[in-house]
DNA sequence: TAGGTGATCTTG
DNA sequence: AAGATCACCTAT
């Protein structure tokens, strides 16, 4: 397997968003941002199926200027602000027209760990300091001025494969999101087996 | 378990 | 146009 290299655009337009959220576990996120670098692993993903997922911030082809982001092709990043404070990073999916994105919810540092560790202002590293959607936007720069960059172009943040090779997959339900009543059962939340950097078991 | 915080959207 | 909502986090 070729190692280090820059996903491409024909990954982040699988029409099958659920698979997509699986298959970027072990994928790495590299930011280039206020001059340093930083990389981190994903471990944990949620899928959302655009206008068919009542979860989803497109369901019923719902347009705005926030879901916009939503709706362009694979391969961008939608960043939106979530209770007033936080940054959350998607993976827009799918051809350009459908509205599926991937929820990066975890990842495990792998280079920049210093820079990390003072945006996110802690002293201590460890699994706390990047599990959960919001913590890992901080600790690697993002926030909603990188909303709609094309992550198969930019110089800034993009996404590498390093090899890494990931086991068994946990697959349960989706989190903050019991509004979506029956959607909010499906098992789209993915997470890889026995590592420690998960935002919530089971 | 409760409260902060602010952009977005409005009988959710 | 004010108020409700919200894919969360931190501190008691």
């Given at each position: 397997?070729?190692?280090?290299?820059?996903?491409?655009?024909?990954?982040?337009?699988?029409?099958?968003?659920?698979?997509?959220?699986?298959?970027?576990?072990?994928?790495?996120?590299?930011?280039?941002?206020?001059?340093?670098?930083?990389?981190?692993?994903?471990?944990?993903?949620e899928a959302y199926a655009?206008?068919?997922d009542k979860a989803c911030h497109?369901y019923?082809?719902?347009?705005?200027?926030?879901?916009?982001?939503?709706?362009?092709?694979?391969?961008?990043?939608?960043?939106?602000?979530?209770?007033?404070?936080?940054?959350?990073?998607?993976?827009?999916?799918?051809?350009?027209?459908?509205?599926?994105?991937?929820l990066?919810?975890?990842?495990?540092?792998?280079?920049?760990?210093?820079?990390?560790?003072?945006?996110?202002?802690?002293?201590?590293?460890?699994?706390?300091?990047?599990?959960?959607?919001?913590?890992?936007?901080?600790?690697?720069?993002?926030?909603?001025?990188?909303?709609?960059?094309?992550?198969?172009?930019?110089?800034?943040?993009?996404?590498?494969?390093?090899?890494?090779?990931?086991?068994?997959?946990?697959?349960?339900t989706r989190i903050g999101i019991d509004y979506a009543g029956?959607d909010a059962?499906l098992?789209w939340?993915?997470?890889?087996?026995?590592?420690?950097?998960?935002?919530?078991?089971?």
């Amino acid at each position: 397997m070729l190692q280090n290299k820059r996903l491409e655009r024909s990954i982040f337009q699988n029409p099958d968003v659920v698979d997509l959220a699986q298959r970027l576990l072990g994928k790495v996120i590299c930011t280039k941002i206020d001059g340093f670098y930083c990389e981190a692993m994903i471990t944990e993903t949620e899928a959302y199926a655009g206008e068919n997922d009542k979860a989803c911030h497109a369901y019923l082809g719902k347009f705005t200027k926030r879901t916009a982001t939503m709706y362009k092709e694979g391969g961008h990043a939608y960043i939106y602000l979530c209770y007033g404070i936080h940054h959350l990073f998607n993976i827009v999916s799918n051809v350009k027209g459908k509205a599926d994105a991937v929820l990066i919810r975890s990842v495990e540092p792998l280079l920049g760990i210093e820079t990390m560790l003072r945006r996110r202002k802690v002293i201590k590293n460890g699994p706390k300091v990047y599990a959960g959607p919001a913590k890992l936007s901080q600790a690697l720069g993002i926030d909603k001025s990188l909303n709609g960059v094309d992550l198969v172009n930019s110089e800034n943040i993009y996404l590498i494969d390093k090899g890494k090779v990931v086991g068994d997959i946990v697959k349960t339900t989706r989190i903050g999101i019991d509004y979506a009543g029956e959607d909010a059962l499906l098992a789209w939340r993915f997470y890889i087996s026995g590592n420690k950097y998960v935002s919530k078991y089971i």
